[in-house]
């Protein structure tokens, strides 16, 4: 594409500049004290070699940033060498030691600028390869792997997937749906339920062809939202960005935009001959992704389209589920046996409390989980939504597998996704599905042109229609994909008799006793038949996990009725059934230290290495480890840092075994220059570093906040309750309770002379009465706090106003160099503010690095 040498042009122009300033100031200033110190030398008189050094630091425009100092406090010196004119007793000691502290600024100002240029060269070298290389910075950077034959393996079966229609029997899907939502009891709940949101759906539908869509309203969240995406190119998202400041063209383009809302019963793809082109990326997670290149127009509007009728699903399926007697709770009611019993024996009545695990399950599953993929909201930021809601499942089902296996319960976990969700969603279940809640035939024809997209794919000339799939990264992708799942969350509900199905789209996680999990299983298959899906037989997978003392069988065998295969979390964890942990996969992380290798080596620039070390081996890395929380403790943490240690060792071994000394090796071979501070590798762009992320500092800064082991949460829990258990006993056996008075006679007549109540039946609804328990399970969910760093730096090179501005990262890293930054430039910044080019490397990360997770 044409666009891709736009912004490294610009970048290349600015960085030139300031590398030219760079140079003159040093060569200005290094002629200025090579004369300063000659001087020095030719003067006999130690009073005169520092005032000689005085005057000319004072005066000489190209030391004056020496003299501004505060710290050095050169008015202090000049007034005793002044005084020593006449006074002998300022030493010839203590003048010389003042030389030594001049001469020393002088030298250590020459290594600043011989930083500061190298600095500039590495980006300059950096903007030189952005312009060379054939790639889109606004796609992201490209793994070099382009040629490798499983990219070629994975796209052929894409086109297989997307250019072959998968025609599914539309009628059993109909009949499945109207058995599932009983669409033919006049009388039932769920059916009344359906009924409002088809009703809801055609309100919708005669709203928006009334209402006028682009205005000064909606133009800033549609722009907001594409511009978050990775749907555009860099000319496009350049283009977007002017316009959208342009006062005078939005309300002329919003006319011209509205016009063809009100005919989209005619429109038509407008690269019908050409084809809209398809490019396919690989992320960090070994995935690769067909992205759409629309034209910029039609991608305003299809964002527009696909954001409503999101927030419209949004809304209907979460009222839906809310309708009285509709959607089955997994909330267990208490008999009423049960509470008078408890009553006779305690004195207290036992009801289900709001403050309960049972409930806050319920409430965390509705807020984070139901229908995650829509917003609530036209212009809801939704960037961050994936990353933190896979987080939470790995502390939600971790923490509820130690709360379980402390209360003695045995549980069966279930994890699968839907194999090429996207590329392979037959096109006749998504209009069977839109018909069923009440999609208007016109707005299914809309749609139906929207999927068929005449598309050519990159290295190809056939320009083909799309027969199967969606595109991804698109609201109305979103819309149509959870339209269809929220069908399987109501089934699973019903079949399961109310049971928790975590889903991120089509990743697919529960959890239970292992009846209710054999049912809900059978629910999936046989939900993922009928629509012409396909489950990942590579992510599916069960483990039973037994509970302390349950006497059950600790075999692991599973069901025949559930999958088999590991749960895996991310790409490394997996879980053991054995100790009810998420451990590390060593072999897959040695999988992608070959491939952290394999892209190092490519890169032909230092920022492009560091840029890949730090997304790759820290974020990436960090991020499918699993975020740091109560409930996987110290044993997690030291395992990630023990990996990180060995993925050091095994990439940089041969030289130092570390990626500090690696990239002074690389520095040094490209730039002749040894000795280079470890803070330079290290510090933050601010301060003139190169920012090379150090994947220790965090997990160390979160070790402290950790419980030693999770399961201590629990057995403080269990220590409670059972001295509650004791309390209530002693209370009972001293004397008739008040409460026997107001129970009805025949359960005090069955209860009388009987005695106490049992642990096993006072703890039996634990789950949805004890307060005690949620504060435990809230506390095993909650991630690990980060700890501040203590300041050892003196406030006189770090200000309070500046370390306030830093991260947690930031001030660990800074007081881990800064005696060796300090001894080698007397400062911590390696340059004054504004000088080095560090707009154009921020710029550049943001447009060249964007690797899915």
Same mark, same amino acid.
């Given at each position: ?71 050095? &406090? ?9 005084? $020593? ?177 009100? &005919? ?57 589920? $809310? ?175 109310? $049971? ?53 069988? &600790? ?299």
């Amino acid at each position: 594409m044409a666009s891709h040498h736009i912004l490294p042009g610009i970048l290349a122009s600015m960085s030139e500049a300031k590398f030219k300033e760079v140079l003159n100031q040093k060569t200005t200033f290094e002629a200025e004290k090579l004369s300063l110190l000659q001087a020095v030398r030719n003067e006999p008189s130690p009073r005169l070699k520092v005032k000689i050094l005085l005057d000319r630091i004072e005066n000489v425009p190209s030391m004056s940033k020496i003299a501004k100092k505060p710290r050095l &406090n050169l008015d202090h010196i000049r007034h005793f060498i002044d005084q $020593a004119e006449h006074d002998p007793s300022v030493s010839t000691t203590l003048m010389r030691e003042w030389q030594s502290t001049l001469e020393r600024e002088l030298y250590t100002q020459s290594e600043r600028y011989k930083f500061s240029e190298l600095y500039c060269r590495l980006t300059n070298e950096w903007v030189s390869v952005s312009k060379k290389e054939d790639v889109d910075v606004a796609d992201g950077f490209t793994l070099i792997d382009l040629s490798r034959e499983e990219m070629h393996e994975e796209r052929k079966a894409w086109e297989e997937y997307v250019f072959t229609a998968k025609i599914t029997d539309t009628r059993a899907i109909q009949a499945y749906l109207k058995k599932t939502f009983a669409t033919s009891d006049p009388q039932s709940e769920v059916q009344a339920a359906h009924k409002s949101l088809c009703n809801s759906t055609r309100k919708f539908e005669e709203e928006w062809d009334a209402d006028v869509h682009f205005d000064s309203e909606s133009f800033p969240w549609v722009i907001a939202g594409l511009l978050r995406s990775d749907l555009l190119t860099d000319e496009k998202r350049k283009a977007l960005k002017d316009f959208s400041k342009d006062e005078e063209f939005l309300p002329a383009y919003g006319r011209h935009l509205n016009v063809r809302m009100s &005919n989209l019963e005619n429109w038509q793809w407008g690269a019908s001959k050409e084809g809209i082109p398809i490019n396919f990326r690989r992320g960090l997670n070994d995935k690769y992704r067909s992205f759409q290149d629309e034209e910029l127009h039609e991608a305003i509007m299809l964002q527009y389209i696909g954001v409503k009728w999101a927030v419209h699903f949004q809304k209907q399926f979460t009222e839906f589920r $809310a309708a009285p007697g509709v959607w089955k709770s997994s909330i267990s009611p208490i008999p009423e046996e049960d509470q008078q019993r408890f009553e006779y024996f305690t004195g207290q009545r036992l009801c289900q409390h709001k403050d309960s695990v049972d409930v806050f399950r319920v409430e965390q599953f509705r807020e984070e989980f139901f229908v995650e993929q829509l917003p609530k909201k036209h212009d809801e930021v939704r960037s961050y939504n994936s990353v933190h809601t896979s987080q939470t499942i790995l502390r939600t089902v971790t923490s509820d597998m130690i709360m379980k296996t402390a209360l003695g319960q045995d549980q069966i976990i279930v994890r699968s996704d839907f194999k090429q969700f996207g590329p392979t969603l037959p096109h006749s279940t998504i209009f069977a599905v839109l018909e069923f809640f009440g999609v208007s035939a016109k707005w299914i024809k809309f749609f139906q042109r929207v999927l068929e997209a005449p598309i050519k794919v990159e290295g190809g000339d056939a320009v083909r229609t799309r027969k199967r799939g969606t595109p991804p990264s698109s609201p109305l992708s979103d819309v149509l994909a959870e339209s269809i799942f929220f069908c399987l969350d109501f089934a699973f509900n019903r079949d399961t008799n109310g $049971a928790l199905l975590y889903r991120m789209h089509d990743d697919i996680w529960t959890w239970g006793d292992e009846k209710t999990c054999i049912a809900g299983w059978a629910s999936i298959t046989k939900f993922a038949a009928l629509m012409g899906l396909v489950l990942n037989n590579q992510k599916t997978g069960s483990c039973k996990i037994t509970g302390k003392g349950s006497g059950s069988n &600790n075999s692991g065998a599973i069901h025949p009725g559930l999958p088999n295969g590991d749960v895996r979390w991310g790409l490394f964890l997996k879980l053991d059934a054995k100790s009810g942990r998420f451990l590390i996969d060593q072999a897959v992380v040695d999988k992608h230290i070959s491939e952290l290798g394999f892209q190092l080596n490519a890169c032909k620039s230092i920022f492009d290495w560091i840029q890949i070390w730090n997304i790759y081996a820290v974020r990436f890395f960090t991020i499918h480890f699993g975020r740091s929380a109560n409930c996987l403790g110290l044993a997690h943490i030291d395992m990630v840092i023990k990996t990180f240690e060995r993925i050091q060792k095994t990439l940089f071994g041969s030289v130092g075994g570390n990626v500090t000394s690696a990239l002074k090796r690389k520095i040094e071979e490209k730039s002749g220059i040894a000795n280079i501070p470890d803070g330079f590798m290290h510090y933050p762009t601010s301060y003139g570093g190169l920012d090379a992320k150090n994947p220790f500092t965090t997990p160390y800064l979160l070790r402290k906040s950790l419980p030693n082991t999770p399961e201590a949460v629990m057995d403080e829990f269990l220590a409670q309750e059972m001295a509650s258990y004791e309390s209530a006993k002693s209370a009972f056996n001293t004397g008739p309770l008040p409460c026997h008075s107001v129970l009805p006679q025949e359960m005090n007549d069955q209860l009388r002379g009987q005695p106490f109540m049992s642990f096993e039946k006072f703890t039996r609804h634990r789950g949805g009465t004890s307060n005690e328990l949620l504060t435990a399970y809230k506390t095993l969910l909650s991630e690990a706090k980060e700890e501040e760093p203590p300041r050892a730096i003196n406030r006189v090179y770090l200000p309070q106003t500046l370390w306030k501005e830093l991260t947690n990262y930031e001030r660990s890293i800074t007081q881990l160099h800064y005696k060796n930054m300090l001894n080698r430039f007397d400062q911590l910044f390696i340059a004054e503010e504004g000088i080095l080019p560090t707009e154009t490397v921020d710029k550049l990360r943001e447009s060249r690095f964007k690797l899915e997770d």
